[in-house]
């Protein structure tokens, strides 16, 4: 299990950066899973992306999207050159919708541009990599901005039709294997995790989201953890910690109010738990990220100052 290692992850959960520079194990050649999002904008090379068990051709340039828990790994590439995109959960703050865009397109067989398409697309990530490297005041927000940008970008890659078109899509490309049945209920899991929350916390347990998906906690718990590594109870309350924080960084809410929308009838059992998932109160959170957004921006400025 790899995990996102950034020089100040607190302040700015996120890395891009080519094969090259954001290390060996970007090119790991064994089965491993992340803790994080990872974008693979792959320009050259031959060889076989290995997703979940699925061996894809590399063919450039293509874009491999690989979301939280899934397992992947290169298989005799040679050549291998492009760029890496890198960020966790917290930092889809701006766009929480991306999650599920991420997720959906992780399960796409080929995401490859077309020669017209390729230029704007590459575009996008030179921009991601100027801003991260310069850091320009409020350049943190400029990042999120052209991250949102890539993925809708490479979201039209793919063409979907209806509503349920994703997983159609998938089912009738012969290039893409059917999944399986344990992948798939977890896919189905994630879904309903990634869609509007319900502010019922009792609708927030595993039993409950076994009810809606038709199968037993038992087969739940077996096919989630299969895919993820992770148990499906780790990833509710993860994802709660996430739109908790997100509510207390980016809104004026109050805690009670905050623990409400992420279903905690009770403010003081959600301190207890958001202490218990990261180490901090709720409002220590809240003084901590606004203390770090005042020193994201004296880091770029510093940055800016140096190379003057």
């Known amino acids: 299990m790899h995990r996102l290692e950034v020089p100040a992850p607190s302040v700015l959960p996120f890395a891009v950066g080519s094969f090259d520079s954001i290390g060996p194990l970007s090119r790991a050649d064994f089965p491993h899973r992340h803790t994080f999002y990872e974008i693979a904008i792959v320009t050259g090379g031959r060889g076989t992306h290995v997703l979940d068990l699925v061996p894809r051709s590399v063919s450039p340039p293509q874009l491999f999207f690989i979301a939280p828990g899934q397992v992947h790994f290169w298989h005799r590439m040679q050549d291998l050159t492009g760029w890496v995109v890198l960020f966790n959960d917290d930092f889809l703050f701006a766009h929480p919708e991306d999650r599920d865009t991420v997720r959906d397109l992780s399960g796409c067989a080929?995401?490859?541009p077309t020669p017209e398409a390729a230029p704007g697309l590459l575009g996008v990530v030179a921009e991601l990599r100027r801003?991260?490297?310069e850091q320009g005041v409020g350049f943190i927000?400029?990042?999120?901005?052209?991250?949102?940008v890539l993925i809708l970008r490479a979201a039209r890659l793919a063409v979907w039709d209806g509503p349920d078109s994703r997983q159609?899509?998938?089912r009738s490309d012969p290039g893409q294997p059917d999944p399986g049945p344990t992948a798939a209920l977890?896919?189905?899991f994630a879904r309903l995790l990634d869609g509007p929350p319900d502010p019922d916390p009792v609708e927030r347990t595993v039993g409950a989201y076994a009810d809606r998906l038709g199968v037993s906690v038992g087969h739940l718990n077996h096919a989630v953890k299969t895919a993820t590594g992770r148990t499906p109870g780790r990833i509710i309350r993860q994802a709660q910690v996430v739109e908790a924080k997100r509510l207390l960084?980016?809104?004026?809410l109050t805690v009670r109010q905050v623990a409400d929308r992420v279903g905690f009838a009770d403010p003081a059992y959600f301190c207890r738990f958001?202490?218990?998932e990261t180490g901090s109160t709720p409002g220590e959170y809240r003084r901590e990220i606004n203390a770090k957004h005042h020193e994201s921006r004296a880091l770029s400025i510093d940055a800016r100052d140096r190379r003057a």
């Open 168 to 170: 159609d899509a998938r």
């Open 110 to 112: 080929r995401l490859r």
């Open 186 to 188: 977890a896919q189905r």
């Open 249 to 252: 960084a980016g809104s004026d």
């Open 274 to 276: 958001f202490r218990r």
């Open 141 to 148: 927000p400029v990042l999120q901005a052209y991250l949102h």
């Open 131 to 133: 801003e991260y490297a």
